[in-house]
């Protein structure tokens, strides 16, 4: 099978890719950062998905599969070019599938599409409304490229598309959301909060991926792993101290005292939980989680020992 990932230089892309590659399908990747030392058989374009250049990539080889992971969150791009790149370039990978005869498409998404309240249930169903946009601003342009690449359900019925919200994803390479929160030796939390956090080793994020490319999934599915554990747990686990904060001296704190920055809205995402049934996408895939909370929490740790 010929598959086209964006995305691909992120460790997640690495991964995936090398996964695809020892399957025996043929990668094509696209990235607008190189990949130093990718494996031979990998062809890579260092490009942007929202150039005219992406178009043709897709013209030239026309994949059977593409997969979406070219998003970018919050914390590393400025919001204008972020919107861009989220839901422009979106919009523009989904066109060229439909364009240039792909058969799947794949948006890799994130669980935090649900947002963050003291309202909500405990484990959010793949029906429920995004309010990670209402909760946390910041998110918004990743909440509107989850909504479009869903559109494609209809919009484009030959194509195969499957949007997964994955949890936050921890492990050796200490990328990601949660790795970032925890990567110093002081973790920050809201005084009188404790909330329940759901993630999943990084080489079973890669797993559940290709597990969805070679079940052909159509729809909407959550990906997660392990039960989910308390943020003081993971904390403790991952080697780092909690520093309990009062809410009204939390904002004032961040970015000090060596505590992480963190914009306003990842408040609520540090009071209340997004936790999330995944049972829909098992049934669908038999996709089972390999690493277990306890050896994915070792691995981020060791990760920083040998860093």
């Not at 230089?9 to 020892?22: I, N």
């Not at 405990?122 to 559109?151: I, N, W």
């Not at 994020?205 to 079940?215: D, F, K, V, Y």
Request: net charge positive; with cysteine; glycine share 10%.
């Amino acid at each position: 099978m010929k598959v086209l990932i964006t995305g691909i230089a992120g460790r997640l892309g690495q991964l995936v890719a090398e996964r695809l590659v020892d399957e025996g399908h043929q990668v094509i990747g696209i990235d607008r950062r190189a990949w130093v030392g990718a494996p031979r058989g990998i062809e890579l374009h260092e490009i942007d998905i929202r150039k005219r250049a992406a178009e043709d990539v897709f013209r030239k080889h026309r994949p059977d599969g593409v997969i979406h992971m070219a998003t970018v969150t919050h914390l590393t791009v400025q919001s204008e070019d972020r919107y861009r790149i989220n839901l422009h370039g979106t919009r523009a990978i989904f066109d060229h599938c439909h364009a240039y005869g792909a058969k799947q498409a794949i948006f890799v998404g994130r669980h935090t599409y649900y947002g963050a309240a003291h309202d909500s249930p405990l484990y959010h169903r793949e029906d429920d409304p995004p309010m990670g946009g209402t909760t946390f601003p910041e998110l918004a342009d990743l909440v509107a490229a989850d909504l479009y690449a869903g559109m494609a359900l209809w919009r484009f019925p030959e194509l195969q598309t499957a949007v997964l919200r994955i949890c936050y994803t921890l492990g050796p390479a200490r990328v990601g959301t949660l790795a970032g929160f925890l990567r110093g030796p002081r973790v920050p939390t809201v005084m009188g909060f404790d909330p329940l956090f759901h993630f999943l080793h990084e080489r079973d994020t890669a797993e559940a991926i290709c597990a969805a490319l070679g079940a052909k999934l159509r729809g909407v599915f959550n990906v997660a792993g392990p039960p989910p554990m308390p943020l003081s747990l993971i904390v403790k686990l991952a080697g780092r101290k909690t520093i309990p904060v009062p809410e009204p001296l939390f904002r004032f704190a961040l970015g000090r005292f060596g505590l992480p920055r963190l914009p306003e809205g990842a408040l609520q995402h540090i009071k209340y939980p997004v936790v999330i049934d995944a049972s829909a996408f098992r049934a669908a895939t038999g996709f089972a989680h390999r690493h277990d909370e306890d050896r994915t929490i070792d691995g981020f740790r060791d990760g920083y020992d040998r860093g």
